[in-house]
């Protein structure tokens, strides 16, 4: 657990615009906010595949993405691996939601998840888990950096009333 973080760059706030991303997914197809208008879009940013952290959260949004979906919501998930890594994690867990490929983390940047970690009295640069919630217009409706990935989908699905 990280004793302490600061973000590289500013981080978003409710009523800020999305800086937009265009990343590729686990089939390769690029995708993008616009890809979601008329809906609401959970962006996910997590650090990496098959970890025991970042498999507990995708998993539950997996097992909730049905009632999430219902209530108009659309979940993906934004980390620094590989589309090979994403295809076979997607795979081994069943997700059934979008994971996209941030390689170079620009996106993670832009959106203010990237920066430094004191982990265990060690400093880290690296992905800081955060999530955002774009209204059906794209705009940030809200922005959660150092997000606990134990009960973090049931807390979300009480803000978004899912």
């Given at each position: ?8 760059g500013?981080?978003l706030?409710a ?5 937009g991303f265009?990343?590729p997914d ?16 959970v ?7 098959f970890t ?11 097992d909730?993405?049905?009632s ?27 997700l ?13 940047e ?15 640069v ?5 999530t ?13 950096y ?5 009960g973090?989908v049931?807390r979300?699905r ?5």
């Amino acid at each position: 657990m990280a004793d302490e973080t600061r973000l590289n760059g500013t981080p978003l706030q409710a009523g800020d615009a999305n800086p937009g991303f265009a990343l590729p997914d686990s089939t390769g197809m690029v995708v993008r906010p616009e890809d979601f208008a008329g809906r609401r879009l959970v962006v996910y940013f997590y650090p990496a595949a098959f970890t025991p952290g970042c498999t507990t959260e995708a998993c539950d949004f997996r097992d909730n993405l049905a009632s999430l979906q219902a209530a108009g919501v659309a979940v993906v998930g934004v980390s620094p691996d590989s589309v090979e890594r994403l295809a076979e994690w997607a795979e081994a867990e069943q997700l059934q939601f979008p994971l996209l490929s941030d390689e170079d983390h620009s996106v993670a940047e832009a959106w203010g998840a990237w920066g430094t970690k004191i982990v265990n009295g060690e400093e880290r640069v690296g992905l800081i888990r955060s999530t955002f919630v774009l209204d059906a217009d794209g705009t940030v409706e809200s922005a959660e950096y150092r997000v606990d990935p134990h009960g973090h989908v049931d807390r979300l699905r009480a803000q978004l009333a899912a």
